[in-house]
């Protein structure tokens, strides 16, 4: 198994640009989330996917959309960069939803810039 | 929301010497999990919590539920420099993960 993939690992980007951050894995997952890092910040939620056709918001989700065609993939799409969006983004999936959720497996995430 | 805080924010400690870092909540935690990121890396899941005065232990690491259920700690033993990175505390509601903002560990050998 690969487990939780992503790409690219690195980006830059211009102000104003569009771009998708792709997520796969295969472990059959049905709860998949998007996380972004920022020094002394922590990880914050973004969106997140209980099963396919199911996405909702989370903490910081205002410039960034995401669709769940599969069960499979979870791509988070930038709409238009901006430099607050400098950042490390983590994709992670677990089993369970709701009340049972366990623990999350990640990707090795994508590193953007935007200038 | 929910909010964990997690304490201390740095930890810079000698090879041989123990620590410990406590994650802490307002509200009543259906559970607690543990996850330690390398520099550099990804989250590392190492361990969940789910039952009051719970204590569980891996090797040199030994992880602690309060009896209240809003706070745990990690404790390490004998720290190695291979121990060195960020530990985060997280919670899960429904449907939704929330993180502690991590303790970033040290290890001067």
């Known amino acids: 198994n690969a487990g939780v993939t992503q790409t690219p690992k690195f980006q830059v980007l211009k102000t104003g640009q569009s771009m998708t951050l792709q997520c796969a894995q295969d472990m059959n997952h049905e709860y998949m989330s998007w996380y972004r890092q920022d020094p002394g910040m922590g990880l914050r939620l973004i969106h997140y996917s209980v099963g396919a056709g199911i996405t909702d918001q989370g903490e910081v989700p205002n410039g960034y959309n995401v669709s769940r065609s599969t069960t499979e993939d979870f791509p988070l799409r930038l709409l238009s960069a901006a430099p607050s969006q400098t950042s490390v983004y983590f994709c992670?999936?677990?089993?369970?939803?709701?009340?049972?959720?366990?623990?999350?497996?990640f990707g090795p995430g994508t590193r953007l810039t935007v200038l | 929301g929910q909010q964990v805080m997690q304490i201390p924010q740095y930890q810079h400690v000698q090879e041989g010497e123990d620590f410990t870092t406590y994650c802490n909540s307002s509200t009543t935690l259906s559970n607690i999990q543990w996850y330690k990121q390398r520099p550099g890396g990804h989250p590392v899941f190492l361990i969940q919590?789910?039952?009051?005065?719970e204590v569980k232990k891996q090797k040199r690491l030994t992880f602690q539920f309060g009896e209240a259920k809003k706070n745990s700690s990690l404790h390490i033993t004998a720290t190695q420099t291979t121990d060195v990175g960020t530990y985060f505390c997280s919670t899960s509601g429904t449907y939704k993960y929330i993180f502690g903002t991590g303790t970033r560990l040290k290890v001067l050998a």
């Open positions: 919590l789910v039952k009051s005065g």
């Open positions: 992670a999936s677990s089993v369970g939803t709701g009340e049972g959720l366990n623990e999350q497996f």
